[in-house]
């Protein structure tokens, strides 16, 4: 992997090059969402595994995301060895 980075802010496609291995943003982010960092990642084509994060339950909300098809959804409280554990088996696919 190319290390950890962190991302305040997202604009235009977004991110910078090379683009990261692997993003974990929260549905509700001062600066924008999680959704729409999922959908540039994606229509951008990076080959960047997204895990989403959130403390919504709003059904409407998390039918967006999943359309979006994440590498997982975490609901809060989220326990960091299963965000481990699903980006490990992500990268091994």
Same mark, same amino acid.
């Given at each position: 992997?190319?290390?950890? /980075?962190?991302? +305040?802010?997202?604009?235009? $496609?977004? *991110?910078? !090059?090379?683009?990261?291995?692997? %993003?974990?943003?929260?549905? /509700?982010?001062? +600066?924008?969402?999680?959704? $729409?960092? *999922?959908? !540039?990642?994606?229509?951008?084509? %990076?080959?960047?595994?997204?895990?989403?994060?959130?403390?919504?339950?709003?059904?409407?909300?998390?039918?967006?995301?999943?359309?979006?098809?994440?590498?997982?959804?975490?609901?809060?409280?989220?326990?960091?060895?299963?965000?481990?554990?699903?980006?490990?088996?992500?990268?091994?696919?």
């Amino acid at each position: 992997m190319g290390g950890c /980075r962190r991302f +305040d802010r997202f604009r235009g $496609t977004g *991110l910078a !090059r090379p683009p990261p291995d692997y %993003l974990i943003p929260d549905l /509700r982010l001062p +600066d924008g969402d999680g959704a $729409t960092i *999922l959908r !540039r990642v994606r229509v951008a084509q %990076l080959g960047t595994r997204v895990a989403v994060t959130t403390g919504a339950v709003d059904p409407r909300r998390l039918s967006v995301v999943e359309s979006l098809e994440p590498e997982a959804l975490f609901v809060k409280p989220t326990d960091i060895a299963d965000v481990w554990r699903e980006g490990m088996m992500a990268t091994a696919s």
